[in-house]
């Protein structure tokens, strides 16, 4: 079984930033891609960024490119999501998933998921 714990949420003004983590368990980290969703209120989850499993590929959303860096520390078992230049519509529930495949922006795809953690821009 493999569990995921988000990490770094919060309250931020806009233009801030913040860095969100994800540590997972087990020792079978390496073999997953890693991918960030968000979910606001009264809407459908959305796909944010995507690692591959050794870091050397990753994806984002189109809307989010230049804003939003993905990464990842193998050897500690956790990904990253730095997040600069908040807009208030980047509030929502932002989520951690491990794909055994690299299947990008389809969270349908995703094995595994994390609990989520708050992110809140004030205007």
């Known amino acids: 079984q493999v569990q995921l714990v988000e990490s770094g949420g919060g309250l931020v003004q806009a233009g801030g930033s913040l860095r969100l983590s994800c540590a997972v368990s087990?020792?079978?980290?390496?073999?997953?891609?890693m991918g960030w969703f968000r979910q606001a209120p009264g809407k459908e989850r959305e796909f944010v960024a995507v690692i591959s499993r050794s870091g050397s590929s990753t994806a984002y959303a189109n809307s989010l490119k230049g804003r939003f860096t993905i990464s990842r520390d193998n050897a500690k078992n956790t990904v990253y999501l730095q997040m600069n230049s908040l807009k208030p519509e980047d509030t929502a529930v932002y989520y951690c998933?491990?794909?055994?495949?690299?299947?990008?922006?389809?969270?349908?795809?995703?094995?595994?998921w994390g609990q989520g953690t708050q992110v809140t821009v004030s205007s």
């Open positions: 087990g020792r079978t980290f390496s073999t997953y891609a």
């Open positions: 998933a491990a794909d055994s495949k690299y299947s990008g922006s389809r969270a349908s795809e995703y094995d595994y």
